[in-house]
């Protein structure tokens, strides 16, 4: 069965979620639907938006991380986004950025091209991620553990890693309207200083 | 042929402060030469590093990415839907494998197609001799600044000093 069963939440119930508890962290949010949904729910300029680029928002994070030390830096990933770009859980695992808090919304599917299923239902991620050295690692289903476990990692060293498991259900939610290189200056303004 | 402190030296002081890459043996005494200066940042795969170096960008650095040129195809991708429409301006240092015919199998495809890649792609590239040095990487740092985009820097085999001379 997809997604795992007791999965209550949509990512856009869990991506809100998260939200209420940001304020002005640097977030990096994966392509597809994840950056769209964000971009419908609140518009923030420490956001910023892939279009393109499938499997980076970790790394792109990563490099706001090692560049401002003094900020906690987020990213906002989907289990089809992590195994492409899995390499950089070892890189993150390596490094040991303490600023670096990793958020994996897993619905198991590929959702912006139709639900194609990915391997996230037998790979667990979050396994991956605290073998590769990530310090804190949780892995949540419903929405009070999430607030509960995020709420702690925003106040611990990490690197960090939450996992929350999600169900298919996309928000009507349409393309981001603000051009790319538009998105870049808007962030790099926001998270200055 | 160009010592790998002075090649770094030069690049940090017109204001390059953010390195990683994947290794090359062209490239090995520059990234050891990093690695002393401790600015370098490992990374396991080239379009990784270009989006390690997307980050270190927006978070205020002057980023080059370092790698062989196979790794251009792997992080073409990144390149082209990341730094070419975002406006990210980034260094890439990259060696050219397979030059001229003289290389292992892998290398030939790329090693003869990398210019042609390049200008297809609309990636400014200038290929570094002892001679221009000075003027070769002002160039490229100037470009990238300018036009916000990346730009290569071809590096060919004997130009920098490799960890075994």
Redesign the interface.
């Known amino acids: 069965m997809r997604p795992e069963e007791g999965t209550l939440i949509s990512r856009a119930q869990a991506i809100a979620t998260v939200l209420e508890l940001l304020t002005d962290q640097p977030v990096v949010i994966c392509n597809g639907f994840p950056s769209r949904e964000v971009h419908k729910m609140a518009d923030r300029p420490t956001h910023f938006y892939m279009i393109g680029s499938m499997g980076n928002a970790a790394a792109i994070a990563l490099g706001v991380a090692l560049a401002k030390p003094n900020k906690q830096v987020v990213t906002f990933d989907g289990d089809g986004n992590v195994l492409m770009g899995m390499g950089t859980f070892a890189t993150v695992g390596a490094l040991r950025p303490k600023n670096f808090i990793h958020v994996v919304f897993d619905n198991e599917v590929y959702g912006t091209t139709g639900n194609q299923p990915t391997i996230s239902n037998v790979v667990q991620l979050d396994k991956v991620a605290k073998s590769a050295g990530y310090v804190n690692v949780e892995r949540v289903l419903d929405r009070d553990d999430l607030v509960y476990e995020f709420k702690d990692m925003l106040k611990k060293d990490g690197p960090s890693l939450l996992l929350i498991k999600v169900n298919e259900f996309v928000e009507d939610a349409g393309r981001v309207v603000h051009d790319p290189s538009v998105i870049t200056r808007r962030f790099m303004k926001a998270i200055e200083g | 042929m160009i010592d790998s402190d002075v090649f770094v030296q030069a690049l940090q002081d017109l204001g390059v402060n953010?390195f990683?890459g994947v290794p090359d043996s062209i490239l090995g005494g520059i990234i050891a030469e990093l690695m002393i200066r401790r600015v370098y940042?490992?990374?396991?795969?080239e379009?990784?590093?270009?989006?390690?170096?997307?980050?270190?960008?927006?978070?205020?650095?002057v980023?080059a990415v370092l790698m062989q040129n196979s790794g251009l195809g792997t992080c073409l991708?990144?390149l082209?839907?990341?730094n070419l429409?975002?406006?990210?301006p980034c260094l890439l240092i990259v060696s050219w494998r397979g030059q001229g015919g003289n290389d292992a199998p892998e290398h030939l495809v790329m090693g003869e197609v990398m210019p042609q890649l390049l200008e297809t792609v609309r990636i400014p590239h200038r290929t570094l001799t002892e001679k221009t040095f000075a003027e070769d990487l002002r160039w490229v740092v100037e470009t990238l600044m300018k036009r916000?985009i990346p730009v290569v820097l071809i590096l060919t085999k004997g130009v920098v000093k490799g960890l075994h001379p």
């Open positions: 953010f990683t940042v490992p990374a396991v795969r379009d990784e590093a270009v989006g390690i170096a997307a980050g270190a960008y927006m978070g205020g650095r980023p991708n990144t082209m839907s990341l429409i975002y406006r990210q916000q």
